[in-house]
Every structure is written in structure tokens, then in C-alpha cells.
């Protein structure tokens, strides 16, 4: 119904999505458990699939390179080094746990379907890429082992549909009386004190906001990103791509998530009381990130993959299930919490926004930096999983 280049149209509804979605977890209690940011995605997934917006378009794009970026920056303001506490620094441990079983779980998975699905040595680089990192590396395998570009849409809308599941089925298990007695939970426990009855709606409670917050806000957040982008850029073109430790490093630094991640922490350890004081900030990243997961939800075309490629959405399941299996146990074996389980998993599946995402929308804050760091290092790790196991299929 709304074309791809109505974007003040699509802008308007996934604006009104978040709004409803936020709306929805404070108002209700079955929304307050599932989270307003799945309700979000879930809702643009809706409206997508029925016809009403397009699966693609100049707008989702924008979403990604600026909505989000511009939110990062505001969800760290509080992000003093100091007083992040040491549990977030065991992330990196769990992340590369999980990172190991979205690899067994891609050669399981294609050792049980390589039968019934053809190129599936193609598709499993990908896949193993993608959910070691997020869609980047998709890409980046994609061309390495010059896919077909069919063969790369139905990867795309397989990998985004089971993305969609899966990040509801994360927020299901963070609420799941059978696990969470079985884990332990610091964050959850916290946060359950920190709220009264009222849930999401006390949490969110109204804070004094100048228009002067609001303008340092949006500004300070501008001008890390403005910044970042220029470092990144400048580090990958210097950074030579030649060897494993060479490459990483170009990675990793030349990374405008990771570039953003620390510059913004910097400054809010060096200029704790400055930002720290800056009122709206929270409130303005949170809403921007509802934004974001509408966004997520829109591409998840179910009537294809559910008539066209059912086994490549049974084999891109498997994959994610293998991981979830692999972090909850090896979580389990080496006392890792809940918290960083699901967000070690979740770093994997989508990549650091995502991961970031859920610690917000939980109110996990003092994840957030280490989920955005781990998640940035599997776009360089995902990268080479993929090639790995290209290599070992004779690709």
C-alpha cells in the first residue's frame, strides 16, 4: 500500500510503532514481559508481510546508518569505566563460547540437510558468518565465495526471519521461571528492586528534561559519531589487511561502532558529572532504539520463506539452536549469569546493535558497552569462521 519512496509515510509508522510499542509495555503486563522492543518488531513484521510496507526501502536504510549510530552515543553517556562492574568484563569468555557453537551448529546443520538442499555449502559460510557477528559478514561471505544472488535474497530473508524468532525467544527465556532458577541473575534481581509493581511505566517514570539537555543531547551525540566515522574511516585505509593479526587489527579499529563505543566511554569517564547530568538522553537512545527493531522486523518475508525455502529457514533454526544450547550449557558448567548468556548469544546472532538493544531494553546497562564491544570483534571473527569453514567444505 505505501511505496518504498513514500519515506515521510514510513517514517511516520515505524515513529507511531515505536510509540504504540512503548505505550503497550507500560500500559500492559503481558507487554511488559515480552518487552516493547519485541512488540515493536513484531508489529512492523505484521504490517510488512500483509502488504502495507515494503520489505525494502531508502528509509530502513537510513535507520540503520544514522537512527541507530546517533543512539549509541546517548545510551553511553553514563558509561563510566569505573563503575562498570567486573561481571561485564567475563562477556568476552562467553561470547567466544557461543561463537564456537554457531560453528559446530553450522556443519551439523548442514551435515543433516546437505542432502535436501542444493548449494548448501554456499550457504553455510554465510550463515555461519552472519550469526557470529551479524549481516555484515553475510555480505562479506557472500561475495568471498561469489554466491548467487538469488541464493544470497533467500539466505537474507531466511536469516531475518529466524532472527526475529530468535530474539523473542531470548526475551521469553530472560523471563522463564524454569531457567532463571537454575541460573543466576544479578541483573534481573537488581532491577526487580529498582521497580515497584508498575513495571516498565515507574521505570520510565518523567525526569526533568531541559530544552538545554535536549540540545546537548543531540549535538554531543552527533559530533562522537561525526568523529568516529572520520577515525574509523581513516585507521581501515592506513591499516593494511595483510595477515591475521594485521587484519584484525583493521577490523577492529577501523570500525566506527567500536571507534564510537570507546570515544564515547572516554568521555564519560573523563567527563562523568558533565554527561552524566545531561537529562533525556536515556529516554531519547531508548525511543531511537524501538525505531531500530521495527526496522529489524520489517524484512522477515514468512510467506517466502515458508513456501519457497522452508528447509533453508529449518537449517539457518538449527544453527541458533545449536548456539543456545552450547552458551546455556557451557553458561551453566562455568557459572556465568543469565544476563550474559542470553546477551553473549544474542552478540553472536545479530551483532552488537542488537546485543546492545536487548541490554537496554532490559535495563541490563552495565552491559551494554561489552555487548557492543563483542559483538563489534565477531564482524572481524564471524569473517573468518566463515572462510574456515568454506575451506574445510572445499569451497
Known sequence: MISADNSWALFAILATIAALAIWMEQRFRWASRITGCVIALLMAMILSNAGIIPMEAPAYDFVWDYVVPMAIPMLLFNANIREIGKE????????????????????IAFSFLKNTVSDLAEVTPMMIGTYTGGSINLVAMSEAFHVSGELVSASVIADNLIMAFYFVLLMMISASGFLLRRFRHPLIDAQQMRKDTKGAEAYWKAKPVSLKDIAFSCSVSLLIVAVSNAVSEVFSRVIPKSGFFMNLLNGMVGSRYLVMTTVTVILATVFSKQLGSIGGAQEIGTYLIHIFFAVIGVPASLFSIVMKFPLLLLFCLIIVLINLAVTLLFGRIFHFSMEEILIASNA????????????????????????????????????????????LLGL
Open 88 to 107: 561485564s568484563g567475563r562477556l568476552l569468555i562467553i561470547f567466544l563460547i557461543s561463537g564456537a557453537g554457531t560453528v559446530l551448529g553450522g556443519f
Open 348 to 391: 553472536n546472532i545479530g551483532g552488537p546493535t542488537t546485543a546492545a538493544a536487548m541490554a537496554i531494553a532490559k535495563g541490563w546497562n552495565s552491559l551494554i558497552v561489552s555487548a557492543i564491544l563483542v559483538g563489534t570483534l565477531g564482524y572481524v571473527l564471524g569473517n573468518y569462521y566463515g572462510v574456515l569453514s568454506g575451506t
